[in-house]
């Protein structure tokens, strides 16, 4: 865990040196890869002894980590404030963990109707089938609304900010507020945010990364991390997850590891192209609307620059409402330097199709045009904006 002082140096600062304290690597930079299932006891008492220390960085088995994912764990906690964090193979399951730890049946969990696809089919299947009904609310509620939202039974509140795809940035402080106020916990995927909302200084429980993302950084692994802030919350989650066999891979630890020493230029250059990007893209007269939060036509964009300190590069385009989904395609299919594909926060830019593939059911899906997810990579910017140009021609 960093030290305080070490708190106030700059993001790329800490991301340089994060996980690289108290691992033994003969002088060499970086941590090794710690491959492992078998570990050895040094003597049979220590075998006895070790089930009270399973919460505690001792060793016993691969299952419940080693070096390589403590190293990543520490540069987590480094990012997103918290106390301690518990590494897992996906950002899926670092979503269901959680949930499925704080819910039982009988219970009622509340998630947002703009939450990550996987996450309101889990809630809609899995979920559903072991007792746990799921109310999905419109993100933009007020601190009133949710709190008329929370039933006796509620003991979850789940946030995602900005929403999937559509991109609404919540209230998470008053969010949290209503929560707390009825004795739930209040869950985050923070996947967007990454460090720019620190979501234990607004109020959440538990933060959710999918690592896959800007983390990983290189569209090579797949990772998930579950941040807490208190160490009750830590040992339910980690209790959770060690009885699924939840486990992430120590390579993939140590790629994610390897992503983090770039990650805040990566950030700032591709948010920045980003903007310059979607400030195009609303000049143009096939787009109706861009759905990114650091633009200042973002209807929540006061709240994004009241709680985060910057963005990213994933955003949302609504083409004019004189083309249809296969308008769309054309315009998709045309371009050179955007790949087709899911996933994000890699070097390279990505336009997916969105309307069509995603469920709202407390708001419409109808968002008045054919909607694409763009994620800009770090190409030149000059290059992707000319071949978003030439695609858009298409269409006339
Ligand atoms: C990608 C993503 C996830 C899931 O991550 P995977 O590693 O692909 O399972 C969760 N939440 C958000 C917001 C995501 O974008």
Redesign the pocket.
């Given at each position: 865990m960093p030290e305080d002082n070490e708190k106030k140096l700059g993001f790329a600062t800490r991301m340089g040196h994060g996980g690289r304290a108290g691992v033994k690597v003969h002088g060499f930079v970086n941590p090794g890869v710690h491959r492992g299932s078998t570990v050895l006891y040094p003597d049979a008492e220590a075998r006895r002894d070790s089930g009270s220390k399973r919460f505690e960085r001792y060793m016993t088995y691969g299952t419940q980590g080693g070096p390589t994912h403590y190293a990543l764990e520490d540069v987590i906690v480094d990012i997103e404030g918290g106390t301690r964090c518990i590494i897992v193979?996906?950002?899926?399951?670092?979503?269901t963990v959680p949930l499925t730890a704080f819910l039982k049946n009988g219970d009622h969990c509340l998630l947002p109707d703009s939450?990550?696809g996987?996450?309101r089919t889990f809630a809609t299947t899995l979920m559903k089938d072991w007792g746990i009904e799921t109310t999905f609310y419109d993100p933009c509620v007020d601190e009133a609304g949710m709190a008329a939202l929370i039933q006796p039974n509620t003991k979850v509140v789940y946030l995602?900010s900005p929403g999937?795809h559509t991109f609404e940035i919540q209230d998470v402080p008053a969010l949290a507020r209503a929560a707390h106020a009825r004795g739930c916990k209040v869950l985050m995927?923070n996947?967007?945010g990454i460090h720019n909302f620190q979501p234990f200084e607004h109020g959440v429980d538990v933060s959710?990364?999918?690592?896959?993302?800007y983390v990983g950084g290189h569209s090579d692994i797949?990772?998930?991390s579950i941040t807490t802030n208190s160490e009750e919350d830590y040992r339910t989650i980690r209790a959770a997850s060690s009885s699924m066999g939840h486990y992430a891979s120590p390579d993939d630890c140590w790629l994610a590891l390897r992503g983090v020493r770039t990650m805040a230029m990566r950030l700032k250059a591709q948010e920045a192209a980003s903007i310059e990007v979607a400030q195009w893209l609303e000049q143009q007269p096939q787009v109706k609307r861009v759905l990114h939060p650091s633009l200042p036509s973002h209807p929540q964009h006061a709240l994004f620059k009241r709680d985060f300190t910057g963005g990213c590069s994933?955003f949302g385009v609504i083409l004019d409402q004189r083309y249809d989904q296969s308008d769309m395609f054309r315009f998709v299919n045309a371009l050179q330097h955007y790949g087709i594909g899911?996933?994000?926060?890699g070097f390279e830019s990505l336009a997916l199709p969105t309307s069509g593939f995603i469920t709202r059911t407390a708001g419409s899906e109808d968002l008045g045009g054919p909607m694409l997810r763009v994620h800009i990579g770090l190409e030149d910017v000059n290059d992707l904006i000319a071949d978003l140009a030439q695609g858009l021609r298409v269409l006339n």
């Amino acid at each position: 865990m960093p030290e305080d002082n070490e708190k106030k140096l700059g993001f790329a600062t800490r991301m340089g040196h994060g996980g690289r304290a108290g691992v033994k690597v003969h002088g060499f930079v970086n941590p090794g890869v710690h491959r492992g299932s078998t570990v050895l006891y040094p003597d049979a008492e220590a075998r006895r002894d070790s089930g009270s220390k399973r919460f505690e960085r001792y060793m016993t088995y691969g299952t419940q980590g080693g070096p390589t994912h403590y190293a990543l764990e520490d540069v987590i906690v480094d990012i997103e404030g918290g106390t301690r964090c518990i590494i897992v193979g996906t950002g899926l399951a670092a979503v269901t963990v959680p949930l499925t730890a704080f819910l039982k049946n009988g219970d009622h969990c509340l998630l947002p109707d703009s939450c990550y696809g996987p996450a309101r089919t889990f809630a809609t299947t899995l979920m559903k089938d072991w007792g746990i009904e799921t109310t999905f609310y419109d993100p933009c509620v007020d601190e009133a609304g949710m709190a008329a939202l929370i039933q006796p039974n509620t003991k979850v509140v789940y946030l995602e900010s900005p929403g999937s795809h559509t991109f609404e940035i919540q209230d998470v402080p008053a969010l949290a507020r209503a929560a707390h106020a009825r004795g739930c916990k209040v869950l985050m995927d923070n996947t967007w945010g990454i460090h720019n909302f620190q979501p234990f200084e607004h109020g959440v429980d538990v933060s959710i990364q999918a690592l896959t993302k800007y983390v990983g950084g290189h569209s090579d692994i797949l990772l998930g991390s579950i941040t807490t802030n208190s160490e009750e919350d830590y040992r339910t989650i980690r209790a959770a997850s060690s009885s699924m066999g939840h486990y992430a891979s120590p390579d993939d630890c140590w790629l994610a590891l390897r992503g983090v020493r770039t990650m805040a230029m990566r950030l700032k250059a591709q948010e920045a192209a980003s903007i310059e990007v979607a400030q195009w893209l609303e000049q143009q007269p096939q787009v109706k609307r861009v759905l990114h939060p650091s633009l200042p036509s973002h209807p929540q964009h006061a709240l994004f620059k009241r709680d985060f300190t910057g963005g990213c590069s994933l955003f949302g385009v609504i083409l004019d409402q004189r083309y249809d989904q296969s308008d769309m395609f054309r315009f998709v299919n045309a371009l050179q330097h955007y790949g087709i594909g899911a996933s994000w926060g890699g070097f390279e830019s990505l336009a997916l199709p969105t309307s069509g593939f995603i469920t709202r059911t407390a708001g419409s899906e109808d968002l008045g045009g054919p909607m694409l997810r763009v994620h800009i990579g770090l190409e030149d910017v000059n290059d992707l904006i000319a071949d978003l140009a030439q695609g858009l021609r298409v269409l006339n």
